[in-house]
C-alpha cells in the first residue's frame, strides 16, 4: 500500500491550526506541548534535506500522541461545558486522532530523506533468518598479580602490611 504524497506544510496546517482551536478548553501545557513540536516541523520544512530535524519532528509527534492523551484526560472539563469548549475539545480529540496518521506520513518523508530503520525486523521476517550478529568484543589478559609485599606506591612511601590492604608508612 502506497502513502499518499502529501506535503509536510500541509500536515502543519492542520494540526497548527488544530491545536490553536483545541487551546481554547486546553490550555498551558496542551498548547506548550503541541507548539514545540510543530516549531520541530516548521524546522524540517526549512531544512529540507536534513533527517535530523524530520526525526525530531516524528519523535515529537510519536511523544505528543501520549502527552495529549494525559492532557485531555486530565484537564477535560466534565461539567458545565459551552459549545465553544465542546468545539475545542472535539478539535483536540481530533488532532489526536490525526497524529498516528500524521506519523505515518512523517515517517514515510524520513525515508525518503534518508532515514534508516532502527530495528532491522522486516529482513529477517522476510528472509526467515536473524540478521548477522556483531562480532564479540576482543577478550582482554588477564590482570597480572603482584607479588605478597610489593610496593604499590612508592611515591608515597606506603607499603602493604600483612596482605590484607592495610597501608602503614614503610
Known amino acids: 500500500m502506497e502513502l499518499p504524497a502529501v506535503n509536510l506544510k500541509a500536515i502543519l496546517l492542520v ?5 490553536i482551536w483545541g487551546c481554547i478548553v486546553f490550555p498551558g501545557p496542551y498548547a506548550w ?3 514545540t513540536i510543530l516549531a520541530l516541523g516548521v524546522w524540517a520544512v526549512a531544512q529540507r534535506d536534513s533527517v535530523d530535524a524530520i526525526s525530531m519532528f516524528l519523535g515529537g509527534l510519536v511523544v505528543t500522541i501520549f502527552l495529549d492523551i494525559v492532557h485531555i484526560s486530565i ?11 465542546r468545539f475545542s475539545a472535539g478539535m483536540a480529540i481530533l488532532s489526536l486522532l ?23 525486523l522486516g529482513e529477517a521476517a522476510a528472509s526467515g533468518q536473524l540478521p548477522a550478529s556483531p562480532r564479540p568484543p576482543p577478550r582482554l589478559p588477564p590482570p597480572q598479580s603482584l607479588p ?7 611515591e608515597t612511601g606506603l607499603q602493604e602490611q600483612g596482605g590484607c590492604g592495610l597501608w602503614a608508612p614503610g
Open 75 to 85: 484537564f477535560y472539563p466534565r461539567a458545565g461545558l459551552s459549545d465553544t469548549g
Open 148 to 154: 605478597q609485599g610489593a610496593d604499590l606506591a612508592p
Open 98 to 120: 490525526l497524529k498516528p496518521f500524521s506519523c505515518c506520513l512523517v515517517y514515510h518523508m524520513y525515508r525518503e530523506r534518508g532515514g534508516e530503520l532502527l530495528l532491522h
Open 15 to 19: 494540526h497548527w491550526l488544530l491545536t
Open 33 to 35: 506541548a503541541n507548539f
